[in-house]
């Protein structure tokens, strides 16, 4: 899923699980997050321009758009949720990679690390399809979301 090619295309399946606190339903809108259902049908179209990444996955339960890049002079990978951005380190572990959160912001300003240490981000390919599981917790509203599946690669141009 990550490498040169300008385009790519992808199409599984995601369970999606969240919480039901009217917070956690409120901040998964606003962040564009897909709603907790299993088995939803997944398609994932990533756009590569200049060094960037825009990732738009399209669950049953709605768009998430994020954009990737690699913040300049570091080993970290920023991903930008709308006003939202974490700073991941990429760390290989067996057979998998582990996006392991460093630091976030809103609007450019720092945010404790209370407020994005319960973000685990797994992703790797098991049987030839590209898999992945996300887990995102935050004090007071437990889950915000989780999501884990299966894509394959339908179009890389």
């Known amino acids: 899923m990550h490498g040169d090619t300008g385009h790519v295309l992808a199409r599984g ?3 999606v ?5 009217l917070v956690a339903r409120c901040l998964r809108r606003k962040l564009g997050l897909p709603e907790p259902g299993l088995q939803q049908p997944l398609e994932v179209n990533i756009e590569r321009h200049a060094g960037r990444e825009i990732w738009t996955r399209r669950f049953a339960s709605g768009q998430m758009r994020t954009v990737l890049d690699r913040v300049a002079n570091t080993a970290l990978f920023g991903e930008r949720f709308g006003v939202l951005t974490l700073y991941f380190a990429l760390q290989r ?5 582990a996006w392991q959160p460093r630091s976030a912001s809103i609007f450019g300003v720092p945010l404790p ?3 994005f240490g319960g973000v685990l981000a797994y992703c790797g390919v098991q049987d ?3 898999v992945f599981h996300v887990d995102t917790r935050l004090p007071l509203v437990g889950r915000l979301v989780a999501y884990r599946g ?6 890389g141009r």
């Open 128 to 130: 030839g399809r590209y």
């Open 150 to 155: 299966w894509l394959e690669i339908v179009d």
């Open 17 to 21: 699980e969240g919480s039901t606190h």
């Open 113 to 115: 690390r209370v407020f």
């Open 13 to 15: 399946v995601a369970d």
């Open 93 to 97: 572990q067996g057979d998998v990679i």
